[in-house]
């Protein structure tokens, strides 16, 4: 069964980095488009940013010229290489699997606080 799993997730001051990862399994990895998505409290989920079976890259307009997504086929893994991290960008991120029909990983928490 399609199984994604985050990690890297933690608590980092204002300006700092982290970066995110998503194991998969379960499914041929390099045929399908990856995603991140987060979600805030009492918000909802929303797009971060997106990556195509080819390697295109979509971001969302908030964190363009900070986050770099990026996949290695070779260890069904995607990356979410998050810079100059704001308090605004605290949330929990989860990991999605394209195609007919969408999967979640169970998310990592984000804080971004001083």
Known sequence: QVQLVESGGGLVQPGGSLRLSCAASGFIFNRFPMAWYHQAPGKQRELVAEITSGGS??????????????????????????????????????????????????????????
Do not use: H
């Open 57 to 114: 890259t979509n971001y969302a307009d908030s964190v363009k010229g900070r986050f770099i997504i990026t996949r290695d086929n070779a260890k069904n893994t995607v990356y979410l290489q998050m810079n100059s991290l704001e308090p605004e960008d605290t949330a929990v991120y989860y990991c999605a699997r394209g195609g007919v029909y969408t999967y979640w990983g169970r998310g990592t928490q984000v804080t971004v606080s001083s």
